[in-house]
């Protein structure tokens, strides 16, 4: 590696180095690496080896769990990770060969993670054209590859440039929250005037707010576990198809906690995420991207056993209104279930997009039209599961259009146009002025609109097919997944794409 002082700074500043942080992440004794005496030599007049700078690139095949998966990870230690030191042709290859022997990889990431410095010039003779010759091969594979096989990155240090780029060109990324990811670090952002140390810049709650990682953990162990039961949850490429699992929890299991889950006041909110572990097999639930786009609940989730990909409305975060973040959201984790062939599962309380003038400012109806788009767009199996709220253009997103999907309805549904909040002062507003007490006439307009707007009453006009017990919620969504098995067809699909 690069020596025996530079891998004693790593262990002392709480950091394993590359070759331990494999070992820990795949099964014992599994890694066969790849190119292990490659790196810069320097030779004597004799033409004998003098000297050897290893590459700061580890790459090889492995196994987690059972299921051969690719490793390639950056040797922090040999010039910080930095182009000086690096074999062009390692990391290239460790996507290739994920890409054509159709295997998930796994990007450990550290420093530059290969990318140059300005020494690089220096050490080079020559400034690097971005791209250059084989350049855009290399990040043409390195982000292609999200369209081809589960791709997960790991931010284990001080994250920048290129190596920031790698870890976002992922469907799971996690970093501890020692570490640090930036397009460029303190000392060149100081040339902006701005003085911030690593974390400030780019710290765990500054990425995982902005969608940029998906989560932040305390210790390099809890990554590597993390990074493990994604894989699970999917296929080895597009060409196959979720793993199915042996499931001991009772597909007919009923909770009586689901008859008052939602309370009877509509203004009133409630927690999403106990009515999620009590409709899927118990411990499966899988969240990812909680910081980020909050009112948007996103996972992966079992039923009997089979992969789903969960999307469930978080009512503590703008009542479950859709902003500009939870739209781009939803488009990134549509686009990965239609990717891999996951039925979606969609616990909704949606009251529509997000209003006022941030609302406005950030764009939020264009992100949500992009969103209804993914949506439509996506052909695997869906089943909405209607729990409160369902008004405006954001509800028209609760299921694809043009395609069969089902949908249930929990007696405490409601939908429309607009909520009854707010739309009843514009849609009666010259009837309250009129009247000796506009407060009484109000409660009389909401009293009467309320009776109509009954689920029971949309399921009679079929505009939705069935009002169901909460406590057959669990049972449904089981047998969802089981009509929806034969139907997830493996293919390469089309509309991945890296988003926030």
């Not at 982000?143 to 976002?168: E, H, I, K, Y």
């Amino acid at each position: 590696m690069g020596g025996v002082d530079k891998v004693k700074r790593q262990r002392d500043q709480g950091r394993l180095n590359v070759r331990e942080r494999i070992d820990k992440l795949v099964d014992d004794g599994s890694f066969h690496e790849m190119g292990a005496v490659s790196g810069i030599g320097e030779y004597g007049a004799n033409g004998e080896l003098e000297k050897l700078t290893p590459a700061n690139c580890i790459f090889g095949r492995a196994r987690i769990d059972g299921r051969t998966v690719v490793v390639v990870g950056d040797d922090f230690t040999v010039r910080g990770g930095s182009a000086d030191a690096s074999i062009g042709a390692k990391p290239l290859m460790a996507e290739e060969m994920a890409r054509d022997l159709r295997l998930p990889i796994i990007r450990v990431i550290e420093g530059s993670g290969g990318g140059g410095s300005v020494k690089t010039i220096e050490t080079k003779g020559a400034a690097n054209l971005p791209g250059g010759i084989g350049g855009t091969r290399w990040y043409a594979t390195t982000t292609g590859n999200m369209a081809r096989v589960p791709v997960v990155g790991l931010g284990l240090g001080s994250v920048a440039g290129l190596g920031a780029a790698r870890l976002a060109a992922s469907h799971y990324s996690v970093m501890t929250k020692t570490s640090a990811m930036f397009v460029a670090g303190p000392p060149v952002v100081a040339r902006l005037g701005q003085q911030l140390d690593k974390q400030e810049l780019g710290g765990w709650e500054i990425q995982t707010k902005a969608g940029a990682i998906d989560h932040a953990v305390d210790t390099e162990e809890e990554a590597f576990e993390c990074a493990k039961r994604f894989l699970s949850y999917l296929p080895s490429s597009v060409h196959g198809l979720p793993p199915t699992l042996p499931c001991d929890d009772d597909p007919e299991r009923s909770d009586e906690k689901l008859m008052k889950a939602v309370p009877r006041n509509k203004r009133q909110v409630y927690k999403m995420r106990p009515i999620i572990e009590s409709v899927v097999d118990k411990g499966s639930f899988f969240e990812i991207g909680q910081n980020f786009g909050r009112s948007i609940i996103t996972g992966l989730a079992r039923l009997e056993g089979r992969a789903v990909l969960l999307l469930a409305s978080d009512p503590y975060h703008y009542g479950g209104s859709w902003t500009t973040d939870t739209c781009d959201k939803v488009i990134r984790f549509v686009d990965l279930a239609e990717t891999f062939h996951l039925p979606v599962v969609y616990l909704m309380d949606c009251p529509g997009f997000m209003i006022g003038l941030e609302a406005e400012k950030t764009a939020t109806i264009r992100h949500g039209v992009r969103a209804m788009a993914a949506v439509n767009q996506s052909t695997v199996p869906w089943c909405t599961i209607i729990v409160r709220n369902a008004f405006g253009v954001a509800a028209v997103v609760h299921q694809p259009a043009d395609r069969f999907s089902m949908r249930y309805a929990w007696p405490s549904a409601s939908w429309g146009s607009l909520p009854l909040e707010g739309g009843i002062e514009a849609a009666y507003r010259a009837d309250i002025e009129a009247a000796d007490d506009p407060q009484a006439k109000m409660r009389e307009i909401e009293e009467r609109l309320t009776k109509l707007r009954s689920p029971f009453r949309s399921a009679e006009k079929f505009w939705v097919e069935e009002v169901i017990d909460p406590r057959k919620t669990r049972s449904l969504l089981c047998e969802f997944a089981r009509l929806a098995e034969p139907l997830r067809t493996p293919g390469i699909a089309g509309n991945m794409a890296i988003r926030p």
